[in-house]
């Protein structure tokens, strides 16, 4: 049993879906990419089922392409596309932005994994000025294993010298709950985003909020 008494030093966010509110330009810009790459009839009930997942995995299983250089392709795509949404209009959940201004004040480290590409997630982060309140970020291509293996949660650990057990991950897909419980971090499950808490509460997290305003309370019990 996870021991709630402790003093957590860092939180790490994944960003589509937790803090950014992108559901809706996920699943768009993985349909644009598809039809540019010549796939018609695009089942969006059955993208929306892989979001969370790895890139490339959500792409092979959503439409049975096989060859290795279309799969790219249209991961290359599909990133550009999702960039240029962002750059120019990022709407994030409803108190996030006084939730991290909160945790920063409080001396809290604050760090963000995504899906999109390092170069992408860092144009993002810089463009919208969340660079002062995050003290790292990372893609998913900086690491070698993408979601679910932790490589993303130890390489910020890594920079921002944490250690697993002072971390609070926090994440809207059983694969973000995943990377944290193998990394030994307490996990929390946002519902707000990609998946419904049924789904989450299969990988028993740590937690489980419903929206944003039950964040800095829970953050505080265990922070403080």
Not at 31 to 46: K, N, P, Q, S
Request: aromatic share 6%; charged share 30%.
């Amino acid at each position: 049993m996870t021991d709630t008494t402790r003093r957590y030093k860092h939180i790490l966010f994944d960003f589509d879906g937790t803090i950014a509110d992108t559901i809706d330009d996920l699943i768009e810009a993985k349909v644009e990419a598809l039809r540019v790459m010549g796939v018609t009839e695009v089942d969006t009930d059955l993208l929306s089922s892989f979001l969370g997942m790895n890139l490339r995995d959500s792409i092979v299983l959503s439409t049975n392409i096989q060859n290795e250089m279309i799969v790219r392709e249209a991961m290359d795509i599909y990133n550009d596309i999702l960039t240029k949404r962002a750059i120019s209009k990022l709407h994030l959940y409803d108190h996030v932005g006084e939730m991290l201004e909160r945790l920063k004040k409080n001396g809290i480290g604050i760090g963000i994994f995504s899906l999109r590409r390092d170069r992408d997630i860092d144009a993002v982060i810089r463009h919208h000025g969340l660079d002062r309140l995050v003290e790292a970020w990372i893609g998913e291509d900086a690491v070698e294993n993408p979601k679910p293996a932790p490589d993303m949660i130890y390489e910020l650990l890594e920079r921002m010298h944490a250690e697993p057990e002072e971390t609070i991950v926090v994440g809207d897909t059983i694969y973000d709950i995943e990377m944290g419980q193998l990394t030994g971090s307490f996990t929390v499950a946002f519902t707000g985003g990609a998946q419904p808490a049924k789904l989450l509460g299969r990988c028993k997290p740590d937690l489980i909020v419903d929206k944003f305003d039950d964040f800095p309370a829970c953050f505080d019990r265990r922070t403080a």
